[in-house]
């Protein structure tokens, strides 16, 4: 992030915001009660530092949907291609479809970041509901839940990097529908 405002910013502007970014993070941080240490460890490392920034560009002047523009950017420029370039090397691996299927159905049944549910399961696919998701919930905490649009943006790009793989989806809590529903299926050869 400290370089990517380096680069938009310039060093002394860009080193500012960093480190005012850093502070607020910490005061997130400090007033987020009832999480537990796992959900504690992912809005430390996820959700808040981009939170944090969000909030402190608008602080520094800059307008909300510029600030939008930027998280985004953020976002997709640099920390979603980084994975991209991850997945596209998971997505050589020659059980790729079972591997994303267990570790997608693992995070999302029993991790306490979502409150999810298996819809369907069969040998072309599956599909999960998804009805809570400590994404949206951070961002309407913290009086910001449009940027939760761009934590969502980020997983169709993510699954896009997957070529023995389709991702779809109609919704998403971040984009106002009532659920996120995820629909994996294995891509025709």
């Known amino acids: ?41 992912t809005l430390r490392v996820t959700i808040m530092p981009r939170i944090a920034l969000y909030q402190v560009l608008q602080e520094d002047g800059i307008s909300q949907s510029e600030a939008y523009a930027i998280l985004k950017t953020y976002m997709v420029d640099v920390v979603s291609a980084n994975m991209v370039k991850k997945f596209r090397l998971i997505n050589k691996l020659p059980f790729v479809y ?29 599909a999960m509901d998804v009805h809570k998701c400590i994404w ?7 009086n910001c ?3 939760c649009r761009v934590f969502c943006e980020c997983d169709d790009i993510l699954f896009d990097a997957f070529t023995k793989i389709n991702f779809y989806r109609e919704g998403s809590l971040g984009m106002q529908a009532n659920k996120c529903d995820f629909k994996f299926t294995k891509a025709k050869k």
């Open 136 to 142: 949206y919930d951070a961002t309407v905490e913290n």
């Open 98 to 126: 079972q591997l994303l299927k267990n570790n997608i159905k693992n995070n999302l049944l029993k991790n306490d970041n979502w409150e999810a549910t298996l819809v369907n399961e069969d040998a072309d696919g599956f």
């Open 145 to 147: 839940p449009e940027l």
């Open 1 to 41: 992030m400290h370089n990517f405002l380096i680069e938009k910013f310039g060093r002394e502007k860009g080193d500012a915001l960093y480190a005012k970014q850093r502070i607020r993070l910490e005061e997130l941080l400090a007033k987020t009660v009832g999480k537990t240490k796992n959900q504690m460890k």
